[in-house]
C-alpha cells in the first residue's frame, strides 16, 4: 500500500469517529484529538479535569463508536486489588477453582477517580497497561490488543486522594487536561442535553459504530509505518534528555517516553493526513505526552513555575531540525 493510500486509510477512520462522536459531545477539540492520537497508537490516557466537563461521556463515546466493550471502575479507599482484577473462587459442583473476572477485563475501560484508592490498589493496574494482560494466582490471562485504560481524577480536590505513583503516571500516554467549554459550546450544551436532570443516556443519541475492530487493527498497523526521519528521531532524544538537565526539573523524562513520543507523532502525523511527521507534531504532543513524567524542584513549585511552562521553556530552547 502506497503512502497516499495509508493516509486516506486512517482519515477516513479518524472522519467517521469525530463525526459521530460529535453527535453527543460539544467541543474537547484538543481532547478529542489526544484520544485519537492515542487509539492509534495503543495508549492509555489520563484525564483531568473539574466534575461535569464531560469525562465519562467522552469516554462513552468512543467505545460505541468504536463497537468495543465498555467498563467501568469507580475507585474508592476501601477498593482492594481482587475487585480490580477478579479472584479465583472454589466451585463444589466441579471440585476446583473458578475465575471470577473482574471490571478489567473488557476492552475501553474507565477508571474514575483513579486517585482515590490508595497505591496497592491502583499498582492492579501496572501490568495491565503495560503488558495487556494480568496475572491471578500465578495464572496470566491477556486482555486482548484493543484494551485501553482511560482514568479520571479531580484536580481540586485532594482530600482524601493518594498521588498516583510514578511508575503508573509513566504508563499514560497523555495527561489531557479538561477545560471548561466556551461560551457558545457552552450554549450549545445546554440546548443539546439541558432536559436531562443527570447525565443523559448514550443509548437516547443513537450512536452506532462506525469502525470495525478489523479496520482498526488495520489503521494501527499503517500508522506504525508513518516515515519517522533520523533528524526527528534525534530531535525527540534532544527534548527527552533536555528534561533530566533543566534546572527548574527535578526528575526527568523516562526513555519510555521517548518511545511514546515517536509512536505518537507517527499516529498524530496520520490524524493530520500526512505519511511523514514533522517538527510541529512533536511540539504539539510533548506537553500533554511529557506534563506527568516529570517531577519539579521544590525551589520552582515554591516560586509557581508549572511543569507545562517548564516544557514550553524546554522546546523553545531545543532546536528543531530543518
Do not use: W
Not at 482519515?11 to 492520537?37: D, H, P, W, Y
Not at 491471578?136 to 485501553?148: A, P, R, S, V, W
Not at 519517522?228 to 527527552?240: K, M, N, Q, S
Request: charged share 20%; with cysteine; net charge negative.
Amino acid at each position: 500500500m502506497d503512502p497516499q493510500q495509508v493516509t486516506a486509510v486512517v482519515s477516513n477512520i479518524v472522519t467517521k469517529i469525530r463525526a459521530e462522536i460529535g453527535k453527543v459531545i460539544v467541543g474537547q477539540e484538543e481532547a478529542m484529538e489526544l484520544m485519537l492520537t492515542s487509539l492509534l497508537c495503543g495508549g492509555h490516557v489520563l484525564l483531568e479535569g473539574v466534575p461535569g466537563t464531560g469525562k465519562t461521556f467522552l469516554v462513552q463515546s468512543f467505545a460505541v463508536c468504536l463497537n468495543l466493550d465498555f467498563g467501568r471502575i469507580q475507585f474508592t479507599p476501601d477498593m482492594m486489588p481482587g475487585d480490580v482484577l477478579g479472584t479465583n473462587l472454589f466451585n463444589f459442583q466441579t471440585n476446583s477453582f473458578v475465575l471470577t473476572q473482574g471490571p478489567i477485563f473488557t476492552q475501553v475501560l474507565l477508571a474514575d477517580e483513579i486517585n482515590r484508592t490508595p497505591p496497592k490498589t491502583q499498582a492492579a493496574l501496572l501490568q495491565a497497561m503495560n503488558e495487556r494482560s494480568v496475572t491471578i494466582d500465578k495464572q496470566t490471562y491477556g486482555l486482548g490488543d484493543e484494551f485501553m485504560v482511560v482514568a479520571t481524577q479531580n484536580p481540586i480536590e485532594h482530600q482524601g486522594t493518594y498521588p498516583l505513583p510514578e511508575a503508573q503516571l509513566d504508563r499514560f500516554l497523555f495527561k489531557i487536561a479538561i477545560s471548561y467549554p466556551s461560551r457558545d459550546e457552552e450554549r450549545e450544551i445546554v440546548t443539546r442535553h439541558g432536559h436531562y436532570s443527570a447525565m443523559p443516556n448514550i443509548a437516547d443519541f443513537e450512536m452506532k459504530p462506525v469502525v470495525t475492530r478489523q479496520e482498526l487493527a488495520i489503521a494501527r498497523v499503517l500508522t506504525a509505518r508513518i516515515r519517522l526521519t533520523e533528524p526527528l528521531v534525534d530531535y525527540i532524544v534532544d527534548i527527552i534528555r533536555a528534561t533530566r538537565q533543566h534546572p527548574a526539573i527535578e526528575t526527568g523524562a523516562s526513555t519510555r517516553a521517548a518511545n511514546m513520543m515517536a509512536s505518537a507523532s507517527r499516529a498524530f502525523a496520520a490524524i493530520c493526513g500526512r505519511d511523514f511527521v514533522i517538527p510541529d507534531d512533536i511540539k504539539r504532543l510533548a506537553v500533554p505526552l511529557l506534563r506527568h513524567r516529570i517531577v519539579m524542584t521544590p525551589a520552582s513549585d515554591i516560586e509557581g513555575v508549572t511543569s507545562d511552562e517548564a516544557l514550553r521553556n524546554i522546546i523553545d530552547q531545543v532546536a528543531a531540525p530543518r
